[in-house]
């Protein structure tokens, strides 16, 4: 976790401009990047990066009414701009997203599904909470049916419009192959883990590789 200005602006894979943008907001006397510094940044770059971005049979969040102050709406629930960062491959298809909107809307993700019981379990082998972490997907419009295949070319032009915006410094954890092979591709440091939701192994075991995976991020 980068704790200062000056690590923020020297650390590698922190793009130009957000070198540029944290020196202007930087707080000399706070001593850290706070979340509210960070936030600008997502505001003003991610956020609106996601707002902009199209592609042609994808409908994105405004869509279907989950424009919100936030890159991807999982980050109702998991939106910690300073903590560990892990990227999964998409949010939801359509279908569901309608399906479930008043839940979605408040909560950000599905209640009680395979995605959300395992991150829960991987928390609580960390002793964190679901706000101490920072969740995002590589694919940040929706797929038009469930498990529809995201081809890799769009996988990464919405890496590289939105997603790069949230690294922030951080290493990622890579949730799936999908989303390792997005961050190799950018040629990303990462370190990789399972789906929540792969059908290998128990709940417990995708929670324990997980969470091994964030402590070595």
């Given at each position: 976790?980068?704790?200062?200005y000056?690590?923020?602006?020297?650390f590698?894979?922190?793009?130009?401009?957000?070198?540029?943008?944290m020196k202007?907001?930087?707080?000399?006397?706070?001593?850290?990047?706070t979340?509210?510094?960070?936030?600008?940044?997502?505001?003003?770059?991610?956020i609106?990066?996601?707002?902009a971005?199209h592609?042609?049979?994808y409908?994105?969040?405004?869509?279907?009414?989950?424009?919100?102050?936030?890159?991807?709406?999982?980050?109702?629930?998991?939106?910690?701009?300073?903590?560990?960062?892990?990227?999964?491959k998409?949010?939801?298809?359509?279908?569901?997203?309608?399906?479930?909107?008043?839940h979605?809307?408040?909560?950000?993700?599905?209640?009680n599904?395979?995605?959300?019981?395992?991150?829960?379990?991987?928390?609580?082998?960390?002793?964190?909470?679901?706000k101490?972490?920072?969740?995002?997907?590589?694919?940040?419009?929706?797929?038009?049916?469930?498990s529809?295949?995201?081809p890799?070319?769009?996988?990464?032009?919405?890496?590289?419009a939105?997603?790069?915006?949230?690294?922030?410094?951080?290493?990622?954890?890579?949730?799936?192959?999908?989303?390792?092979?997005?961050?190799?591709?950018?040629?990303?440091?990462?370190?990789?883990?399972?789906?929540?939701?792969?059908?290998?192994?128990?709940y417990?075991?995708?929670?324990?590789?997980?969470?091994?995976?964030?402590?070595t991020?």
């Amino acid at each position: 976790m980068l704790q200062t200005y000056q690590q923020f602006l020297h650390f590698p894979r922190c793009p130009n401009d957000c070198r540029h943008l944290m020196k202007k907001m930087y707080n000399t006397n706070a001593g850290d990047l706070t979340g509210f510094y960070v936030h600008q940044y997502l505001s003003r770059h991610a956020i609106a990066a996601r707002r902009a971005f199209h592609l042609p049979g994808y409908p994105t969040l405004a869509d279907l009414g989950f424009d919100g102050d936030y890159v991807s709406p999982i980050q109702i629930a998991c939106g910690n701009y300073t903590g560990p960062l892990l990227i999964s491959k998409d949010w939801l298809d359509a279908p569901s997203a309608l399906a479930h909107r008043a839940h979605l809307q408040k909560y950000g993700h599905l209640p009680n599904n395979p995605f959300i019981r395992v991150i829960d379990k991987a928390l609580a082998l960390m002793g964190l909470q679901r706000k101490d972490i920072y969740i995002s997907p590589v694919f940040h419009l929706l797929t038009p049916k469930r498990s529809s295949t995201i081809p890799a070319a769009h996988a990464r032009a919405s890496f590289d419009a939105v997603g790069r915006h949230e690294l922030m410094g951080r290493r990622p954890v890579a949730l799936g192959t999908d989303a390792a092979q997005v961050l190799t591709h950018f040629g990303i440091d990462h370190i990789p883990a399972p789906h929540p939701s792969a059908r290998i192994g128990s709940y417990d075991r995708r929670a324990a590789l997980i969470a091994k995976a964030v402590e070595t991020a």
